[in-house]
């Protein structure tokens, strides 16, 4: 399959997973009757993914290491095995004993124990890249969100009538079952394509131990970090603010504008996926050639999805319910240009981590990002509520972006603006595309 058809495949497999993200908030959004329990699921479920992030550091090293020794593939997925499945069993001891002693409340409780489900279809996925099965990927990241939709539509039509703790209650359990069967799913397409056997064993290889902990551990920060970052605005409504009923509605409704606007990087990682292997396996110009190009891509792909969100975003508002979630609309548009540039920013990145094996340059980053967001929402958030975490979060990303163009121009002693400066060839596809589907629409037409 050429590279262009793999991008476009990979493209509508976002799109899916965007439109399944999608149905998933809405319907969720409807079943539950009062908005500050959505808001308190969507945080339970920002909280476990927080974990998939730290843990997906370390999946990197597997998935890094994979295109440039695949003579040693065996190896470095039994190195995996051993880790990734040790530490998710003892985050699930640890938190059983959290759970036993410590009464933790609802959103803590479901986190802890999605979160090392989350860890496993990580490092899955990323082996998924790492060997080039882009098909098996693609349907891997949407599986998760279409086993939740199956089980929970068959939950709502049995029990229309149930009162708002049980749907509350279902809703977690559900959403932790979903993410089970995309877990068995993912690995199994993993040990296949490394031809069952070996690749099945936890085994320790010392020749692998001391890389993965300086690389992983360096990129589990970065990754945490960089999800944080994401995420400090959402969080720190309910942090600054008092955790009243005012509150949990507030972060309900901004958390629809995150859901909508956040369809935007979705849709732009369909790049980022398709060269996570070329630059893993590349280092100097030809990284650098390679960043540029996905950069620019990322950029014209993420402005086109940016102008038809700007356009649907109040059909999107119906379907949640204008009168518990209109006012998500406001929020959304200053979000929006902000996030066309954390796409941006987001596949620069992956030029430090894969080709540069740098991703100490990533946390140095982020935290900056994390202060900087942080300090602008103490001082709007009080003043502006929703509004002011979103001109937060525009403001940072904005900040994110010029610090990896300048870093990378430093670092890689290429020009930076050719991250950012869009030339006719950048078009090219975009243009062949649109005639090809003007000349299909004709001959329907004709037909």
């Known amino acids: 399959m050429n590279g262009r058809k793999t991008v476009f495949l990979t493209f509508v497999f976002r799109g899916l997973s965007a439109v399944l993200t999608f149905a998933t908030s809405v319907i969720t959004a409807r079943y ?4 500050g329990d959505r808001g308190d ?26 295109p440039r020794r695949p003579e040693e593939g065996t190896q470095i997925v039994q190195m995996g095995n051993f880790v990734m499945f040790l530490f998710s069993i003892l985050v ?26 989350t860890f496993l279809f990580g490092y899955g996925s990323r082996l998924l890249n790492a060997l080039n099965a882009i098909q098996e990927l693609n349907i891997a990241n949407i599986l998760q969100a279409v086993a939740f939709l199956v089980i ?27 993410w089970a069967i995309s877990v068995v799913a993912t690995l199994v397409a993993v040990y296949r394509h490394m031809n069952w056997g070996e690749s099945l064993k936890w085994k320790w290889h010392s020749k692998e131990w001391r890389a993965f902990l300086g690389f992983g551990t360096w990129s589990s920060l970065a990754l ?15 942090w600054v603010l008092p955790y009243d009923d005012a509150t949990r509605r507030m972060i309900s409704v901004y958390g629809i504008a995150v859901s909508a606007a956040e369809i935007l990087i979705t849709l732009s990682q369909s790049i980022s996926t398709v060269v996570f292997r070329r630059m893993s396996a590349s ?10 190009n996905a950069s620019r891509q990322t950029l014209i792909t993420s402005i086109i999805t940016a102008l038809g969100l700007a356009i649907l975003m109040p059909v999107l508002v119906l379907m949640y319910g204008v009168h518990k979630y209109g006012g998500s609309v406001g929020p959304f548009y200053i979000l929006l240009p902000g996030l066309v540039l954390k796409t941006v920013s987001t ?27 942080a300090l602008i929402c103490l001082i709007l958030i009080p003043l502006l509520g929703m509004y002011g975490a979103s001109i937060s979060s525009t403001i940072a990303y904005t900040a994110e972006l010029l610090t990896y163009v300048f870093w990378y121009a430093r ?13 006719k060839d950048d078009l090219r596809p975009y243009a062949e595309m649109t005639l090809s589907v003007l000349r299909r629409a004709k001959r329907l037409r004709r037909g």
Do not use: C
């Open 32 to 35: 539950l009757l009062y908005p």
């Open 41 to 66: 699921f969507q945080r339970s479920t920002t909280y476990a993914t927080s974990g998939q992030r730290f843990a997906g550091g370390y999946s990197n090293y597997f998935s890094r290491s994979l």
């Open 92 to 117: 699930w001891i640890v938190a059983g004993l959290i759970i036993w002693f410590g009464h933790p409340s609802t959103i803590l409780l479901f986190s802890l124990i999605g979160m090392p489900l």
């Open 152 to 178: 929970y539509l068959g939950y709502i039509l049995f029990h229309r009538h149930a009162g708002e703790h049980t749907r509350l209650l279902w809703t977690y359990q559900i959403w932790i079952l979903s």
């Open 224 to 238: 945490l970090s960089g999800y944080v970052n994401l995420r400090i605005d959402f969080w720190m409504i309910g």
């Open 283 to 292: 280092s100097g110009d030809e990284a650098g050639l390679v960043t540029e």
């Open 347 to 373: 596949l620069i990145s992956q030029y430090f981590t894969n080709s540069k094996g740098k991703p100490v340059t990533l946390l140095i980053v982020n935290i900056l990002m994390i202060a900087l967001n």
């Open 411 to 423: 670092t890689s002693g290429r020009k930076g603006r050719d991250l950012l400066y869009i030339r």
